[in-house]
T-cell receptor, first 119, second 116 residues
Framework: GAVVSQHPSWVICKSGTSVKIECRSL??????MFWYRQFPKQSLMLMAT?????????EQGVEKDKFLINHASLTLSTLTVTSAHPEDSSFYIC???????????????FGPGTRLTVL | GENVEQHPSTLSVQEGDSAVIKCTYS??????FPWYKQELGKRPQLIID?????GEKKDQRIAVTLNKTAKHFSLHITETQPEDSAVYFC???????????????FGTGTRLTIIP
């Protein structure tokens, strides 16, 4: 199956610093990438959807100036958490779809996640 | 927007017995319903899915049923094994404006524990 990687797998940073998380599709071209965050023992909440070469679409309640998303190529999307605070500590997961529209759905392939801890 | 509810939040089942997890959705435009299994600290893995033109689908010990009229779908795991222990998420897919605006909405998750 399609492989999606994320880097780093975990990061600890001080409050006020910015953290960049990379999401890569390794063996396919991802027309769309999705960013989710997941708090402990909770569900995945979609933060934003990004298409290569265009601005990301953010979900209601997600600050676009705080969570900067760049989908620079068909294999790479980045999420930058700017001026991180302890409440931003979470598990961030990306997913990518190849745009192969089988019966109206593009299967999303998930990355392994990045655990962010802000001190 | 779409709202997906999932029950129960936790489920303990004796090894060999069956487990059933139920989800309801609100948006009648949703037409694809995947189920994911997530182990602690790992990525969600697609285990089975069902499309809106199908009422039931089975893959070995796993089956999913869909009732479009009632807007609910269920995951059934038979002959449960210890390795089935994980968190399971249902999801609903909608494409409100055609291609390019699709998204998955996840249920709240069910922590399934198989008791040896």
């Amino acid at each position: 199956g399609a492989v999606v990687s994320q880097h780093p797998s975990w990061v600890i940073c001080k409050s006020g610093t910015s953290v960049k998380i990379e999401c890569r599709s390794l063996d396919f071209q991802a027309t769309t990438m999705f960013w989710y965050r997941q708090f402990p023992k909770q569900s995945l909440m979609l933060m934003a959807t990004s298409n290569e070469g265009s601005k990301a679409t953010y979900e209601q309640g997600v600050e676009k100036d705080k969570f900067l998303i760049n989908h620079a190529s068909l294999t790479l999307s980045t999420l930058t958490v700017t001026s991180a605070h302890p409440e931003d500590s979470s598990f961030y997961i990306c997913s990518a779809s190849a745009g192969q529209r089988i019966a109206g759905f593009d299967e999303q392939f998930f990355g392994p996640g990045t655990r962010l801890t802000v001190l | 927007g779409e709202n997906v509810e999932q029950h129960p939040s936790t489920l303990s089942v004796q090894e060999g017995d069956s487990a059933v997890i139920k989800c309801t959705y609100s948006d009648s435009a949703s037409n694809y319903f995947p189920w994911y299994k997530q182990e602690l600290g790992k990525r969600p893995q697609l285990i089975i899915d069902i499309r809106s033109n199908v009422g039931e689908k089975k893959d070995q010990r796993i089956a999913v049923t869909l009732n479009k009229t009632a807007k609910h779908f269920s995951l059934h795991i038979t002959e449960t094994q210890p390795e089935d222990s994980a968190v399971y998420f249902c999801a609903a897919w909608r494409s409100p404006l055609g291609f390019g605006n699709e998204k998955l909405t996840f249920g709240t998750g069910t922590r399934l524990t198989i008791i040896p």
